[in-house]
């Protein structure tokens, strides 16, 4: 029988692994809005639940992401330290950022403001498409470094070195293709043709965001 306890061994992680990937925060969100069908802006029903897909564009600011310096709506930011045992290394998140100001979204129908006045409701997963590592034996970048620090972290380890480190950063920018699902409502304004769509997340329904491209279907 021992030869087959490495294989349950390994079974049993692969299982754990799966596990945990079907049940992260990113499948979940990936998941809601996959088998959410989108609905055009003009469609959309007052007080009713759907999915926008179209182009974020502005509505009066921008934020700067914290290391690419991009333009953008909405940053979400994880750094993540690597940490050695005695057989293997791994890396363990540290801290994560996310900062969002409300902005448009345009599809071929019409214009709804994404409303993020309840922050508490807001949950989304970005494409990190941009990484930067420091660490002992690579170029270190001061930037990278004095973010990290601003967040109440050091980046040096007990004997002065460099701690090996990497930052995963993703975006909403201007122009980008995104999903978006919450709660609709029509501003009730007298001129039918200055009505505007609020999408936003409210007390038990979140707001859904993602430029993910299967969502965007």
Known sequence: MEPFIPLIIFSSIAVV???SYYFSKKMKIIRELKKSNKIDIKNFEHNTVGKIVGQATL???TLHAPISNRKCFYYQVIVEEERKSKNSKSWHPIFQDERVVDFLIKDKTGVAQVNFIHK???KGYLIKDIKYEIGSFRNNNPRLEKYIQS???STKNFWGSNKK???KEGVIHVGETIAVKGRGRWELIPN???QKLIIEGVSDIELIISDDKTTLK
């Open 151 to 153: 967040k109440g972290h």
């Open 120 to 122: 508490e409701y807001i």
């Open 17 to 19: 692994g799966f596990i």
């Open 165 to 167: 480190m990497r930052y």
């Open 192 to 194: 039918p043709e200055e």
């Open 59 to 61: 509505l009066e600011d």
